[in-house]
């Protein structure tokens, strides 16, 4: 549970008053109310990290889903929104969490954003006594920064309990979370609500719920726990065949007069059809010469079969001391043929970059070759260098 007021004492240190709970609490400084993080003490063992800045707070748990023996990280935000244009340092400080926690863990933003939702409804009760601008420039800030983060708004619903006051019949059919106390001037709003990664937090499963005598409700949401697989947008477009690729653009035809739609489709068709879609494991084996494979079949297919295998048309029942020795010559043959072959890579590396006037290490030689000098002999020829090199 977030608390975004959780109590009067302006210090960094309060009293505790949940025995059974354990209590996170945070004072941001003069001019804000304490918040905390609330835990049962039954789930302590799965908390994991607690962060504090400004007027943010994130809480890392590692819990274990019904059914799995799956560990799932989830992380949960808590934010008490300023007022005026300070919101946009609340936003801030939000921001710098959200980049200090884990990348692949379950985010949740649950917070009082003093951001009113209501207004933006159809359904608005209070529509004829505001005005026609009320609270647009603040809804806009928050939408764009939950579309910069990828978060969706899930606004809760009412199921019947009321704050016992005026307001009782508005509270009835509208998602409000906050109504206006003693001489406190306004109508009631919607400020309460979470915003979190599509599929985490259940549709519909947001819940207003008043209780003790105060100006805010009780919002509480069911999450659906999960592990989150990191998908990063391809920064690089890689060619499968680049001579393929160039004799199909040069095929295309091309008229002043096409929509730039159908260019940019042509493009994307002739990206998705020539781009090398291997992984990097699959590129390192297909560099590897093959003999080099051979050796490292031969190597898993007895490390496989035990210790008594020694190779093909071997007895499987075969003396385990001879196994083990033939495997440790099977790596010894492998790892000099990958230094020799490491050593032909970087020798034809050298003699491309000679031929082509580049330099041999940027981190050593910030300038190009002009001349080379061998046996008191100056040449200036590029074709010569690489024979010189490889003297």
């Known amino acids: 549970?977030?608390?975004?007021?959780?109590?009067?004492?302006?210090?960094?240190?309060?009293?505790?008053?949940?025995?059974?709970?354990?209590?996170?609490?945070?004072?941001?400084?003069?001019?804000?109310?304490?918040?905390?993080?609330?835990?049962?003490?039954?789930?302590?063992?799965?908390?994991?990290?607690?962060m504090w800045h400004g007027r943010a707070g994130g809480l890392v748990l590692s819990l274990k889903p019904h059914n799995s023996n799956d560990i799932c990280t989830c992380a949960v935000f808590g934010l008490h929104g300023a007022h005026g244009d300070d919101l946009v340092d609340s936003l801030h400080d939000a921001s710098y969490l959200f980049h200090c926690l884990p990348r692949h863990a379950h985010k949740c933003i649950i917070a009082d954003f003093n951001v009113d939702l209501l207004p933006s409804m159809a359904s608005d009760p209070f529509v004829?006594?505001?005005?026609?601008?009320?609270?647009?420039?603040?809804?806009?800030l928050l939408n764009s920064w939950l579309d910069a983060h990828r978060r969706v708004i899930e606004t809760p619903l009412s199921f019947g309990t009321l704050p016992g006051c005026d307001w009782d019949e508005a509270c009835l059919a509208n998602p409000i979370t906050r109504v206006p106390t003693g001489d406190q001037p306004g109508f009631p709003s919607c400020l309460d609500y979470a915003a979190s990664s599509p599929g985490f937090i259940q549709v519909g499963s947001g819940e207003i719920v008043w209780g003790a005598p105060a100006d805010h409700a009780l919002v509480s949401y069911t999450c659906t726990l999960g592990h989150v697989r990191s998908?990063?947008?391809?920064?690089?477009?890689?060619?499968?065949?680049?001579?393929?690729?160039?004799?199909?653009?040069?095929?295309?035809?091309?008229?002043?007069?096409?929509?730039?739609?159908?260019?940019?489709?042509?493009?994307?068709?002739?990206?998705?059809?020539?781009?090398?879609?291997?992984?990097?494991?699959?590129?390192?084996?297909?560099?590897?010469?093959?003999?080099?494979?051979?050796?490292?079949?031969?190597?898993?297919?007895?490390?496989?079969?035990?210790?008594?295998?020694?190779?093909?048309?071997?007895?499987?029942?075969?003396?385990?001391?001879?196994?083990?020795?033939?495997?440790?010559?099977?790596?010894k043959e492998i790892w000099a043929q990958r230094k020799k072959g490491g050593a032909d890579m970087r020798l034809q590396a050298n003699t491309a970059n000679i031929q082509r006037g580049r330099v041999l290490q940027k981190s050593k030689k910030l300038h190009a070759i002009s001349g080379m000098r061998s046996d008191c002999n100056l040449s200036f020829d590029h074709s010569e260098w690489a024979a010189i090199v490889r003297h």
């Open 128 to 140: 004829d006594g505001r005005l026609p601008a009320d609270g647009i420039e603040r809804r806009t």
């Open 1 to 50: 549970m977030f608390l975004p007021e959780c109590d009067g004492h302006s210090s960094t240190e309060a009293p505790t008053i949940f025995p059974y709970h354990s209590y996170y609490r945070h004072w941001p400084g003069v001019g804000s109310r304490p918040m905390a993080f609330l835990i049962h003490k039954s789930l302590q063992g799965c908390v994991r990290k607690v």
């Open 231 to 331: 998908q990063r947008p391809k920064r690089s477009w890689i060619c499968s065949d680049a001579d393929s690729c160039i004799n199909f653009l040069r095929r295309c035809t091309l008229t002043p007069d096409m929509d730039l739609g159908d260019i940019s489709n042509l493009l994307l068709t002739t990206q998705e059809y020539f781009h090398d879609s291997r992984t990097c494991k699959q590129k390192r084996r297909d560099r590897m010469p093959v003999t080099l494979r051979d050796l490292y079949t031969v190597l898993a297919r007895s490390s496989a079969c035990g210790d008594g295998f020694l190779g093909e048309g071997d007895d499987p029942r075969g003396d385990p001391s001879a196994a083990i020795q033939h495997r440790n010559a099977l790596r």
